[in-house]
T-cell receptor, first 111, second 113 residues
């Protein structure tokens, strides 16, 4: 079974702090996406990374795809309460095209 | 508004009953996916349709079935409901059959009592 393991599982930080969320697998992914889900709502797509080593920035969020396309990270600078939510990585593994979601990281930013 | 419409938003029903969840995909999207999300579990893939045809099946119970109609809207039918079926059910859509990110609806919260 292909898995996307995310760490940490839970994170509670103060407003203004920086944080990094990791998404790891033993499988190679053709692309990888990051979503944010707020309570009672569906996940919202934040970014897609395709090339190994790729870095994408979305305001205070920086996404990186590992060189071997087996892992990814999401870094948030100066977190704000509005960043609170469940962060999910997801991707399709090369060859199988099976799309799987990560285990999730629940982030709470305290004002 | 993501463009993916799910109805109803909330549903409360008794054990043993049957319900139908409805999803209208984003305009132009041919693929529809159904996911189940419970409190202690992540997003569990149920089933995918592409342009009216079943394309992939995940951990979907035999009591559950789905279809996609010619106008591309989809319905998920859940029967002989059990307490453990209580969950959020999400529909997502995408333009193509391959995963480059999905657009999710806001979900249907099903409570079985």
């Amino acid at each position: 079974t292909q898995l996307l393991e995310q760490s940490p599982q839970f994170l509670s930080i103060q407003e203004g702090e920086n944080l990094t969320v990791y998404c790891n697998s033993s499988s190679v992914f053709s692309s990888l996406q990051w979503y944010r889900q707020e309570p009672g709502e569906g996940p919202v797509l934040l970014v897609t990374v395709v090339t190994g080593g790729e870095v994408k920035k979305l305001k205070r969020l920086t996404f990186q795809f590992g060189d071997a396309r087996k892992d990814s990270s999401l870094h948030i600078t100066a977190a704000q309460p509005g960043d609170t939510g469940l962060y999910l990585c997801a991707g399709a593994t090369s060859g199988t095209y099976k799309y799987i979601f990560g285990t999730g990281t629940r982030l709470k930013v305290l004002a | 508004d993501s463009g993916v419409t799910q109805t109803p938003k909330h549903l409360i029903t008794a054990t043993g009953q049957r319900v139908t969840l409805r999803c209208s995909p984003r305009s132009g999207d041919l693929s529809v996916y159904w996911y189940q999300q419970s409190l202690d579990q992540g997003l569990q893939f149920l089933i995918q349709y592409y342009n009216g045809e079943e394309r992939a099946k995940g951990n979907i119970l035999e009591r559950f079935s789905a279809q996609q109609f010619p106008d591309l809207h989809s319905e998920l039918n859940l029967s002989s409901l059990e307490l453990g079926d209580s969950a959020l059910y999400f529909c997502a859509s995408s333009v193509v059959d391959l995963a480059y990110g999905y657009t999710f609806g806001s979900g249907t919260r099903l409570t079985v009592v």
